[in-house]
Nanobody, 115 residues
Framework: QVQLMESGGGLVQPGGSLRLSCAAS????????MGWYRQAPGKQRELVAT???????NYADSVKGRFTISRDTAKVTVHLQMNSLKPEDTAVYYC?????????WGQGTQVTVSS
């Protein structure tokens, strides 16, 4: 069993920045990869970014150059640095983890980009 808890969401003006964090607990060995997904109102959940234990990253085209995903040394915490935020980035952001093919999700954290 793996539990994921997101933090760092909130309200920010366009052009601003936020840093999301996701901490894994429980059976935390062999979690790979981890990532972030988001779901905007009325839309399907979509990939934002993923990162493997070796540091390989994958980003949605819409966030490339603006968002950066990273993992800590223990490889059980993942971060998402979000810069140059746009209103279309408004969504609930969900942490995701893969362990031996089993997918785990956090409860989500709200990110709102608005003036």
């Amino acid at each position: 069993q793996v539990q994921l808890m997101e933090s760092g969401g909130g309200l920010v003006q366009p052009g601003g920045s936020l840093r999301l964090s996701c901490a894994a607990s429980g059976s935390i060995i062999n979690i790979n990869p981890m990532g972030w997904y988001r779901q905007a109102p009325g839309k399907q959940r979509e990939l934002v970014a993923t990162i493997t234990s070796s540091g390989r990253t994958n980003y949605a085209d819409s966030v490339k150059g603006r968002f950066t995903i990273s993992r800590d040394t223990a490889k059980v915490t993942v971060h998402l640095q979000m810069n140059s935020l746009k209103p279309e980035d408004t969504a609930v952001y969900y942490c995701n983890a893969n362990k031996y093919g089993v997918i785990y999700w956090g409860q989500g954290t709200q990110v709102t980009v608005s003036s």
